[in-house]
């Protein structure tokens, strides 16, 4: 509390000896202001005075006409205001007079508004009772929303499987008419493989005979070539017997060739002169014997029997045994196979059937076959995956025939 005390005289005296050092240089300032105020507001000569005198003079002129106009304007609203006065005075009175009608008329309104006030509590009453009863409809109102909004979401979700029912049976019905279409389309195909079966079965019926015809020509020449391969069985056994005497005949000759060495030796031994050789003859003759016998051996020889050179004959036999196999592989497919899953290869299997019967019938009929003149000549590779025709594969499989 003291120091307190302390404090605030401190700061009072701080704030007194702050003024009296302030004070002189403020009043310093005043006393300038009033001069300088004093000054211009003081005449400084005659003519000034004059002129203000007549200013003050104009002035208060005009000072009295402004008060005698206001006071011309007071008093006409001075009249206008008792004229206004008469006049509501007498609105007073019939203010007054209306205000006792009022009055009576507000007591009757009294008594009307407590018959009122009286039916409006009946009626409060009975609000208060509609208010329960529209309190216990609102939450009755609000169980059945509920229902209805469940109702609707159930009505929405009904009418959206609906939809899709629809969807899934316009997409059923769809694919009903597009499999009936490729129904009918593969009960087309199926009729047209059928008769290209029977074309086929046909033409390999005749391929068949003439494969069996040519089984026969087969059969013959086997029949020639047995008898040709039992003669050079007799023909080598000849040459066996030839060989066997060049080999005695040789054995003779190197016999006497040695005692008619030993002969000249003995001559020479006991001085005698051996007779002349007649020009080696001997030697000659045996010689030419071998050669002889030698030629014999190589012509009696066994030929071996070459192996005969491809002939159109061999191909068209091939080609027929290739088509019967191949017809007949395909029946069986055809027989066995219930689903389309196949049919391109199918498709291709019978491409093929077709080009070997049409290759096969140019063989038989040869160089003059009208066939050779329908088939491209300059035949260009074909693409990947392309589909081939009859031409191509019929000049695919006869390159080296015009």
Do not use: C
Not at 45 to 71: C, G, I
Not at 233 to 253: F, G, P, S
Not at 286 to 291: D, K, L
Request: charged share 35%; glycine share 4%.
């Amino acid at each position: 509390m003291i120091q307190f005390a302390l404090l605030f005289g401190l700061g009072f005296l701080t704030a007194a000896l702050l003024v009296f050092l302030i004070a002189p240089a403020i009043h310093r300032r005043i006393v300038w202001f009033t001069e300088k105020r004093l000054k211009a507001t003081m005449p400084l000569s005659p003519q000034e005075v004059r002129a203000q005198k007549d200013m003050a003079r104009a002035l208060f002129a005009a000072e009295n006409a402004r008060t005698e106009h206001a006071l011309s304007q007071e008093r006409d609203k001075t009249v206008t205001l008792q004229i206004h006065n008469g006049k509501l005075q007498q609105e007073a009175s019939r203010l007054s007079a209306g205000s006792a009608e009022l009055q009576t008329r507000i007591d009757d309104l009294e008594a009307e508004a407590g018959e009122l006030r009286s039916r409006l509590r009946h009626e409060e009453s009975y609000i208060s009772q509609l208010k329960s009863g529209i309190h216990t409809a609102e939450q009755a109102s609000a169980e059945k929303e509920a229902d209805i909004d469940g109702l609707r979401k159930r009505m929405t979700k009904m009418a959206a499987d609906t939809d899709n029912l629809r969807i899934d049976l316009a997409t059923r019905e769809t694919e009903i008419e597009s499999l009936k279409l490729r129904i009918n389309t593969l009960r087309d195909e199926r009729d047209t493989l059928r008769q290209d079966l029977s074309a086929a079965n046909l033409r390999a019926a005749d391929a068949g005979q003439s494969l069996r015809q040519e089984s026969d020509r087969n059969k013959r020449l086997e029949e020639r070539l047995n008898r040709e391969i039992a003669g050079s069985a007799d023909r080598e056994t000849a040459i066996e017997r030839q060989a066997q005497d060049v080999i005695r005949l040789r054995e003779r000759l190197e016999t006497a060739v040695k005692e008619s060495k030993e002969a000249g030796k003995a001559l020479r031994a006991a001085g005698l002169t051996p007779p002349k050789k007649p020009a080696r003859t001997p030697k000659l003759s045996a010689a030419s014997v071998i050669a002889t016998a030698d030629d014999q051996i190589k012509a009696a020889e066994p030929t071996q029997v070459a192996e005969p050179e491809r002939t159109v004959e061999d191909e068209i036999a091939e080609m027929t045994e290739e088509v019967r196999n191949r017809a007949t592989a395909l029946s069986d497919r055809l027989a066995k196979t219930r689903s389309p899953a196949h049919d391109d290869a199918m498709r291709e299997e019978i491409a093929k059937i077709a080009a070997n019967m049409v290759a096969l019938t140019a063989l038989k009929e040869g160089d003059s076959s009208p066939i050779f003149d329908l088939l491209p000549k300059d035949r260009e590779p074909a693409e990947p995956g392309a589909r081939l025709s009859l031409a191509d594969r019929v000049a695919a499989m006869l390159p080296k025939h015009p």
